[in-house]
């Protein structure tokens, strides 16, 4: 029997889980012990039954390898009966998360630092994912970090790493580790919720798309499906071959790092649908000829058009958007008679609410969507329920938006990123957002009046849970706001994100200059927050 070895540590500083895991730069990754630090901590503090099962795999970026086969070694050493782990190390955060809801596993380790880059100088990331396929809520993230400052030793087995790259069971130790093919129960459950006969025959007709999958996680996924089940002709995905670097790219699907494809879709040769995935297939993009559909919209239009996809249909329970998303859902789910949720940024607060069938679809206005199939955003689902809603209403991307707008008007919206800027400045912006919030309501900022400010709270109304300090909000007469928030997601300094939201009616201009109709805005949180001060930024680094 192999002999479980205990390795004396010391803890690192700073191994404090944020929104979707721990982040670092690969270089801290790779101090001696840092990983196993946070993993053994992991191992600590989560519920497990006997004889467990562990979901392994990440978006495939530099350090995956090595990580998993330490991880693995781990599991062994820490009583774990089976390790899943996907062929190559690879596995996307909603196949992991249908991975451990599938085969009743206690939980996962997603390798993976999203739509971060890639690379031995860039980011990397371990987030643990619970029994019901949803990242960690806050009080087991909050054991996992007060064990990581007080963690004394780090258990493993030695024994040489396993072959990643094909498929069948091994032994480690009394473990057994099972290489899984990472695209085939995904692909299948896709099949299971959309009209893939209705897709088939509008490809049949002539439709056609572009899917770039940045050199990341997604390619396998959509050429399997959109190539090989859907007919798509070969070459419909792009950049499909995960690298560990992601090619050089950007993996986050927006408009500037994937400037190429909406370059395409706004000139004359565009087919008929764009879209784009990140790193780890969370996140998407969506682009029609000629028109950019904002993630925010895009939540709002999947939800009214939700019946078009068969197993959605009769059972849309509620939608749920975080709060810096705009509240152009919220109209569609007033027109539908069901509730719609506001809850913090970061997809384990929709975990709740999806497990006691209050919700059905949820979003996030930084490109994430998804619904009760899986207990993560889903960037290939999403896209295949634009795909299933375009094929049976017979209808372009611009028509839909059109017409929805029409319906429910329009939320003009915009992020506004300051990336890496001074923690110190940035810290005593919001310092003096939530100083002022006392007295902001009344204040006329230019052609905008204040009704109400503050410091967003969410009571999770399931389990009662209270979290506090998620961005401050400042709410304008006539439905526009500004939203200040600091990201958890990046790796170096602080990134400021600003959202910026101006409400039109269907009797408005539906039709307009995203910029332009947010100008009075724009110029509101530069007045109220004095952004280019604590900054020392005259513009963002990144506008969605």
């Known amino acids: 029997m192999t002999q479980v070895r205990t390795v004396p540590t010391t803890p690192f500083e700073g191994q404090k889980p944020g929104t979707s895991g721990l982040r670092k730069k690969v270089r801290v990754f790779q101090q001696s012990g840092y990983a196993e630090n946070f993993i053994q901590s992991v191992f600590d503090v989560v519920e497990r039954p006997e004889a467990p099962t562990l979901v392994l795999g990440g978006d495939g970026r530099f350090y995956n390898r090595t990580v998993i086969q330490q991880a693995i070694r781990m599991a062994a050493a820490n009583g774990y009966a089976r390790v899943l782990v996907g062929q190559g190390g690879i596995l996307s955060t909603p ?61 493993t087995i030695d024994t040489p790493d396993i072959d990643l790259d094909t498929l069948g069971s091994v032994l480690v130790g009394t473990m057994t580790v099972e290489v899984i093919d990472p695209v085939a129960d995904y692909a299948d459950l896709m099949e299971e919720l959309f009209d893939f006969a209705a897709i088939r025959a509008v490809v049949a007709s002539g439709f056609t798309m572009r899917f770039d999958a940045m050199s990341a996680v997604t390619g396998p996924y959509a050429s399997a499906i959109l190539e090989g089940r859907l007919g798509f002709a070969e070459g419909t995905v792009v950049n ?24 395409l879709m706004m000139g004359p040769d565009a087919p008929d649908l764009g879209a784009a995935s990140d790193g780890d297939g969370d996140r998407n993009l969506i682009i029609g000829r000629g028109r950019f559909i904002t993630p925010s919209d895009s939540l709002a239009m999947l939800a009214a058009n939700i019946e078009c996809a068969p197993a959605y249909r009769g059972r849309l329970t509620g939608i749920a958007r975080s709060m810096p998303t705009s509240a152009a859902a919220d109209r569609v789910a007033q027109a539908l008679g069901v509730p719609c949720f506001e809850t913090p940024t970061g997809w384990k607060f929709f975990g709740n609410l999806l497990d006691a069938g209050m919700v059905t679809i949820c979003g996030e206005e930084s490109a994430g969507t998804g619904s009760d199939h899986v207990r993560e955003k889903d960037g290939l689902w999403a896209v295949l329920l634009w795909l299933n809603i375009l094929a049976v209403r017979g209808i372009s991307v611009d028509q839909l938006a059109k017409e929805h707008w029409a319906r429910f008007g329009r939320n003009y919206y915009a992020r506004h990123d300051y990336e890496a800027v001074n923690k110190e400045g940035a810290d005593a912006l919001m310092a003096g957002l939530v100083a002022q919030l006392p007295t902001l309501a009344g204040t006329v900022l230019g052609d905008l009046t204040v009704a109400a400010a503050d410091s967003f709270a969410y009571t999770d109304p399931v389990d009662g849970s209270v979290s506090a300090n998620q961005g401050i909000r400042v709410l304008f007469e006539g439905g526009s706001r500004v939203v200040f928030r600091l990201s958890g997601t990046g790796t170096a300094g602080a990134t400021l994100r600003v959202y910026l939201e101006n409400f039109v009616p269907p009797s408005g201009d539906l039709d307009a200059d995203t910029s332009a109709m947010l100008a009075a805005q724009i110029a509101a949180a530069e007045a109220v927050a004095g952004i280019a001060g604590h900054t020392g930024r005259t513009a963002p680094d990144v506008i969605t």
Request: charged residues 20%; glycine residues 12%; hydrophobic residues 35%.
């Open 95 to 155: 196949a992991a998360s249908n991975v451990i809801r599938k085969y009743k596993a206690s939980g996962g380790l997603i390798l993976s630092a999203s739509h971060n880059p890639g690379g031995p100088d860039e980011d990397f990331g371990i987030k643990y994912n619970i029994a019901n396929g949803g990242p960690a809520p806050e009080a087991v993230t909050e054991a996992i970090y007060a064990r990581t400052t007080a963690i004394d030793a780090w258990r």
């Open 240 to 263: 499909g071959q995960p690298l560990e670097d992601f090619g050089g790219h950007h993996p986050d699907p927006n408009l500037i790092h994937a400037k190429d494809l909406y370059d």
